[in-house]
Structure formats: structure tokens, C-alpha cells
């Protein structure tokens, strides 16, 4: 059984996922890494992070459309580690995760402005988090992935859970009504989950380079893994899942 869209996947099923690059853009002055990434108002946001002074991150955003052609740019903010990036569609808003050093702290991005609008901090940490507008409500997971929390669309804590940790790095989270999904690094994965925080089931990410899958997000039923390669945004689409072999 093969298909493309990640919205159909089966339940207690571990799949394997091939993926086309299709788009890339290297950003100027030799930037750290690529980080977070969102689809908002028809075009990719992607958060990278730079040098700055006394060993500080700062970040650009680069607005680019999907083959990765650079349309705009932001000045340099600090937004700490700009981990994960999630668009908050009834604020015309971008949520950016700040993960570290600020473990609870998020920063909201005017995307027309590309400017700081609002900081603030949350009672639990996070490296990722990411909101469904059908619902109103956010996702978010905590240090290594151990412990995965939902949050009320005001940022109110609605539930928390203890999970399965994986061996993999934490990354980026894309979520709709129905499913969470946990990009993960070394190796490439995707862990799927409820709203109820309950594990639907693993996703093996195959590349043809040695990229670090960084954010994830699905637009019209196809899923894009925003990746970093040495500082060189490269962007996949998933071309099929397959259900794993046993």
C-alpha cells in the first residue's frame, strides 16, 4: 500500500516516505543553520540563524515561494533559537519558538512587516509549537520529545502527557485537527499523535543528501520538510509512503 498524503495514513502503522527536493536558496553572509519554518499567506517563511555578538543567535526571515525564489527579507531580530514556526491564521500572526536559550518563550512576527509584534512565556517549556485553526488550539513538546502538552487557543494549558522518547533530535511540529506531527533528526522521522497525545505511529523520512530536517508542514494534502543543509535552505515534498517493512 503507497499514497501521498499524510491526512490518510493508517493508524499503529510504521511507513517509510520518499521525498523530491523542490526548492533550495542559500541565504547571504554565511549564516549558522536553517531552523523554523511555515506556509502563511501563500508563501514559505524560514527563520536563520547568524552569529551574533558574545556568541548570541540572531535571526533573519526569509520569505521565499516554494522553489525558493527570495522575495523579501527580514532585518536581524533576536528570536532567540527560532526553533519552530507556525503560522496563527485569526492574528495574521507568525508563532516562532524560541526553544533556547528562552526554553518557554515565543515571539509573534507581523508577516507583511516581518517585525516583532508581541514576546511573552509559557508556565511549560517547548521546542516546538504549532497551531490548527479549525480548532483553535496548540500543540507543543517539551526537551527531548518525552512529555507532549496541548494548549487553548488564548495559550491557556488544556493537557499534558508523558511519552515514548525516541532516540531521535527534536525538531519541528506541523499539526491539523486531527493529527500532530513531530519532524525529528538523526535518524529522519516523523512521529505521529492524537489531540489526545495517544502515538498513531512512525514515519521513516529518506533524503538524498544529508540534510537535518528542521519543519514540516502539510498544504493541501502535501507534506513539505523544510530541511538544512550547512546553511542552505532545502525544501522536500513527500512523493509517497509506503507501509514499512516488518
Known amino acids: 500500500m503507497s499514497l501521498s498524503n499524510i491526512e490518510k495514513l493508517l493508524c499503529g502503522q ?4 520518499k521525498t523530491l527536493q523542490v526548492g533550495a536558496f542559500t541565504p547571504h553572509s554565511n549564516p549558522l543553520a536553517v531552523q523554523g519554518s511555515c506556509f502563511a499567506l501563500g508563501k514559505l517563511y524560514t527563520a536563520v540563524i547568524y552569529q ?10 526569509f520569505v521565499t515561494d516554494i522553489e ?3 522575495l523579501r527579507e527580514s532585518a536581524e531580530m533576536d528570536l532567540q533559537h527560532a526553533n519552530c514556526l507556525t ?3 485569526k ?12 526554553y518557554n518563550g515565543y515571539y509573534k512576527l507581523d508577516p507583511t512587516t516581518l517585525t516583532i509584534t508581541e514576546q511573552g512565556t509559557l508556565p511549560h517549556p517547548f521546542f516546538a509549537m504549532a497551531y490548527d485553526a479549525k480548532t483553535d ?22 493537557l499534558a502527557k508523558d511519552v515514548e522518547k525516541s532516540n531521535s ?16 533528526w538523526n535518524p529522519n522521522e516523523i512521529l505521529r499523535y492524537d489531540w489526545n497525545l495517544n502515538f498513531l505511529g512512525r514515519i521513516h ?17 502535501e507534506t513539505y520538510i523544510t530541511c538544512n543543509l550547512s546553511g542552505v535552505v532545502v525544501v522536500y515534498r513527500i512523493t509517497q509512503f509506503s507501509l514499512a517493512e516488518k
Open 91 to 102: 492574528e495574521n500572526r507568525i508563532l516562532v519558538s524560541a526553544c533556547q536559550p528562552l
Open 205 to 221: 523520512l529518506e533524503f538524498d543528501m544529508p540534510v537535518e530536517p528542521e519543519d514540516i508542514n502539510v498544504v493541501g494534502g
Open 52 to 61: 551574533g555578538e558574545n556568541g548570541a543567535e540572531r535571526t533573519r526571515i
Open 169 to 184: 533530535t527534536s525538531q519541528g511540529l506541523f499539526c491539523n485537527e486531527k493529527e500532530l506531527y513531530f519532524v525529528r
Open 14 to 17: 510504521t511507513y517509510t516516505a
Open 68 to 70: 525558493g525564489n527570495l
Open 137 to 158: 488550539r496548540y500543540a507543543s513538546g517539551r526537551w527531548a520529545g518525552e512529555t507532549l502538552d496541548v494548549w487553548n487557543g488564548d495559550l491557556t494549558h488544556h
Open 87 to 89: 503560522y496563527v491564521e
